[in-house]
């Protein structure tokens, strides 16, 4: 597929084709069991809707893979990427139902209620039907600066499918804050800003699980890469505060952003304690203010932890512990999880430590921070891996094949209505998933103890130096 406009309207033809699963079989209000690949065949649509989404999907991932290597222009990348978001937009959300709950915790912060003292079970929503059961008992896991958008969506929406469009807007407009912050990373890193856009505004994951299911990843990742932005241009204090306000609204909207701030630390001019100064009391500040200003304390720290329930393969310390399950150890899961999280925190010291000592290349090292939180953490969904992919897109000079591929097999994870097909392949899964971590732990050593041989080899991702240390 060379032809840079067969690549576009193949990946068209794909999107099309999952607008047609999605208007057959996405997910529908009110709430309807799951589609599983054993009754996906049965349904009134026959053999049309896992025809459309499995060619669909196909045609998808084919396309943006062919098309990463030769990239005409930052003009075309953004043009394909925007056809095929468009025919997703008007038809029922792809791949999820989170959409949903995300309505009806706008509706009870609207309302006055407190999204964390419970689910909707318990302080009700008018659209209630149509929340997974999964997570109808389950209080909202996201931070303030998000719930405040959903009411806003809930306020302006008015009803269900009002509230979904609102909430959909506010994820497109976060893919365009996305879009245009991508080339200011790429250029400072020495990475064509055409192929970083690409990489990510083309990858299958945006278009299926941020326009259509508009999950608030994207919210999170636009605060990031903002604030990334402005904290490598911040070479007086307003810029520093900017900086920090940008990286603190993200943490607002999930937890699992503060990851990056110790990184961005590192983009701010000397001296550093000035300049800690500054970021972590703008960062601290607002986030404060939002959630004092919304009404809300921290409960929402408090319910990361109802999001545990689900155990799939897809994440690596739950697969270790259902292999280990598998071979006989009882109760495992609980156990790598913890060691998961224990092995995540020297991750991130380590590669905090390795920053330091580059400064200059912060933006990739926090790009690995991201990528360590989203394989280490106990609970992955497919939209979870664009949050570093956002970063390495725009810091990785050279292009390869761990960057593409593991996007492209979470592309094809979920079913039209949220199916995760990681339910139907628990044993097998978890078995693969280990095998490949060892293989990947081996690889990683092996290319540790080179490079302590080879200390003047080349790094292949990272910004260039922009100002004197």
Not at 389 to 395: D, E, F, K, S
């Amino acid at each position: 597929m060379p032809r840079p406009s067969l690549v576009r309207y193949t990946g068209l033809a794909g999107s099309l084709l999952l607008a047609v699963a999605a208007w057959l079989g996405g997910a529908s209000s009110p709430w309807k069991p799951n589609v599983t690949p054993g009754t996906i065949f049965s349904g009134d649509n026959g053999v049309l809707l896992p025809v459309s989404w499995l060619v669909g999907t196909v045609l998808l991932i084919g396309a943006w893979w062919s098309g990463r290597r030769d990239v005409p222009s930052l003009r075309w990348a953004y043009l394909t990427a925007a056809l095929w978001a468009v025919p997703l937009l008007p038809v029922l959300p792809l791949a999820s139902y989170d959409v949903y709950s995300y309505a009806c915790q706008g509706w009870q912060q609207a309302a006055g209620l407190d999204p964390y003292s419970g689910g909707v079970d318990l302080l009700g929503c008018p659209w209630a039907d149509a929340v997974s059961p999964t997570w109808s008992d389950a209080p909202a896991p996201y931070g303030p600066v998000f719930l405040v958008l959903a009411a806003f969506a809930a306020s302006v929406g008015g009803s269900l499918g009002g509230t979904v469009a609102m909430l959909r807007l506010i994820a497109v407009l976060s893919v365009v804050v996305i879009g245009w912050c991508l080339p200011m990373l790429a250029r400072r890193a020495g990475v064509p800003p055409q192929r970083a856009v690409w990489l990510f505004l083309a990858c299958p994951l945006v278009p299926i699980h941020l326009v259509s299911g508009a999950h608030n990843d994207a919210v999170m990742v636009a605060l990031l890469v903002a604030g990334l932005a402005v904290a490598q241009a911040a070479v007086t204090w307003p810029r520093m505060i900017a900086a920090g306000v940008l990286l603190g609204l993200a943490v607002g909207v999930k937890a699992t952003a503060v990851v990056v701030l110790p990184f961005a630390l590192l983009l701010l001019p000397k001296p550093w304690w000035r300049a800690t100064v500054l970021f972590g009391f703008a960062a601290l500040g607002t986030l404060a203010t939002v959630s004092l200003g919304a009404g809300l304390g921290l409960g929402w720290v408090t319910g990361l932890s109802g999001s545990g329930i689900s155990v799939q393969w897809t994440a690596l310390p739950t697969a270790v512990g259902l292999t280990l399950e598998v071979l006989g150890v009882p109760s495992a899961v609980p156990v790598t999880r913890v060691l998961g999280m224990i092995t995540l925190a020297v991750v991130l010291v380590v590669l905090w430590v390795r920053a330091f000592a580059r400064f200059e290349q912060a933006v990739h090292y926090a790009g690995l921070a991201l990528a360590a939180t989203v394989l280490l953490a106990p609970v992955f969904h497919p939209w979870y891996a664009l949050w570093p992919l956002a970063v390495l897109a725009a810091t990785v000079r050279k292009e390869t094949l761990w960057l593409v591929a593991p996007f492209a097999v979470a592309a094809a994870l979920c079913l039209p209505d949220g199916y995760n097909l990681a339910l139907v392949t628990k044993t097998q899964g978890a078995v693969g998933m280990t095998v490949l971590a060892g293989c990947l732990a081996w690889k990683v050593l092996h290319e540790a103890n080179q490079h302590t041989r080879r200390p003047g080899a080349a790094h292949d991702g990272g910004d260039r130096p922009h100002r004197s240390p």
